[in-house]
Nanobody, 123 residues
Framework: QVQLVESGGGLVQAGDSLRLSCAAS????????MGWFRQAPGKEREFAAA????????YYAGSVKGRFPISRDDAKNTVLLQMNSLKPEDTAVYYC????????????????WGQGTQVTVSS
């Protein structure tokens, strides 16, 4: 069982940065791949970034690649999403998710989810 709690969202202007943090409970955090997804109003949940166990593999959606580096700290049971050069189209609720063993682009492959944190980027 893994419980996830996101933090760090907020209201910013285009071009600004935010850092999202996801704190995970449980002693086996290092066994899970971690992903960040986002969902804008009226749209489906979409993949943003994922990181494998021990940071072995990293995946990005094309829309965030080069702007949103993902990282993890297994000693602190934390995964981070550094969001740089934010755009209005990045506005969404951002969710942290955990999948045992390996990462995936599909939200349906992740078993554990946080409650989400709102990111709003004004133009």
């Amino acid at each position: 069982q893994v419980q996830l709690v996101e933090s760090g969202g907020g209201l910013v202007q285009a071009g600004d940065s935010l850092r999202l943090s996801c704190a995970a409970s449980g002693r086996t955090f290092s066994s899970y791949a971690m992903g960040w997804f986002r969902q804008a109003p009226g749209k489906e949940r979409e993949f943003a970034a994922a990181i494998g166990r021990s940071g072995s593999m990293i995946y990005y959606a094309g829309s965030v690649k080069g702007r949103f580096p993902i990282s993890r700290d297994d000693a602190k049971n934390t995964v981070l999403l550094q969001m740089n050069s934010l755009k209005p189209e990045d506005t969404a609720v951002y969710y942290c998710a955990a999948r045992y063993y390996s990462g995936s682009y599909s939200p349906y492959d992740y078993k554990y989810w946080g409650q989400g944190t709102q990111v709003t980027v004004s133009s």
